[in-house]
């Protein structure tokens, strides 16, 4: 596709559900990143994947946060028993080399999935 | 990674140009400075950036000072949909730039 495609677009979970984020990159893309942004601040690091490759997990808060990229195209983001503190949008980004590349031929982030957990 | 320091918000008059401070005292000699913005509802778009010298492209001017410690972006002619959240990067090379360290950024509100 054009862009980065993210979905759900919004998501709302009960406190102790799972979900599951999707993120479509550019097709051929072979870095995908995932990016936490709570309220009024600026997005996090979660985790990075080289083609299906997961290079990087270092900023997932916890063991209940798990990102997959099976066949190094589409990624999942899942949240296991949500808690309140997850509410965030989070943020998907895609770039054509390994490990983002330079300048505007770099990351191209998608819009987002918003989740509340109420 | 290197910290940098932006004002939290700022307003600039549309047609005018809006300069954009940052701080980044402790930059070192390989890392870049990356300017993204963000508009409501989107994410993070690249904007400009650079290593030691001034430069401009069809969206800003980034103007860096010799001693690295800070850098200007400007935005030449501020229109309405320049209101956005701008952030200010250092970013190494190589690997341990893989990922971008988002700080707070600047709220800028372009005004009729």
């Known amino acids: 596709g054009a862009g980065v495609s993210q979905s759900p677009r919004y998501k709302v979970a009960k406190r102790g559900q799972d979900v599951a984020l999707r993120c479509d990159p550019i097709?051929?893309?072979?870095?995908l990143f995932w990016y936490q942004q709570a309220l009024g601040q600026g997005p996090e690091f979660l985790t990075y994947?080289?083609?299906?490759?997961?290079?990087?997990k270092s900023g997932l808060p916890s063991d209940r946060f798990f990102a997959e990229r099976p066949e190094g195209s589409v990624s999942t983001l899942k949240i296991q028993r949500t808690q309140q503190e997850d509410s965030a949008v989070y943020l998907c980004?895609?770039?054509?080399?390994?490990?983002?590349?330079?300048?505007?031929?770099?990351?191209?982030f998608g819009s987002g999935t918003r989740l509340t957990v109420v | 990674d290197a910290k940098t320091t932006q004002p939290p918000s700022m307003d600039c008059a549309e047609g005018r140009a809006a300069n954009l401070p940052c701080n980044h005292s402790?930059?070192?000699?390989?890392?870049?400075v990356y300017w993204y913005r963000q508009i409501h509802s989107q994410g993070p778009q690249y904007i400009i950036h650079?290593?030691?010298n001034n430069e401009t492209n069809e969206m800003a001017s980034l103007i860096i000072t010799e001693d690295r410690k800070s850098s200007t972006l400007i935005l030449p002619h501020a229109t309405l949909r320049d209101t956005a959240v701008y952030y200010c990067?250092?970013?190494?090379?190589?690997?341990?730039?893989?990922?971008?360290?988002f700080g707070g950024g600047t709220r800028v509100l372009v005004k009729p």
């Open positions: 097709s051929g893309h072979v870095s």
């Open positions: 650079g290593l030691k």
């Open positions: 990067i250092v970013r190494p090379r190589g690997a341990a730039g893989n990922k971008l360290t």
């Open positions: 402790t930059i070192s000699g390989n890392e870049y």
């Open positions: 994947f080289q083609n299906e490759a997961q290079l990087d």
């Open positions: 980004a895609s770039s054509l080399v390994v490990g983002g590349g330079q300048g505007a031929g770099g990351y191209t």
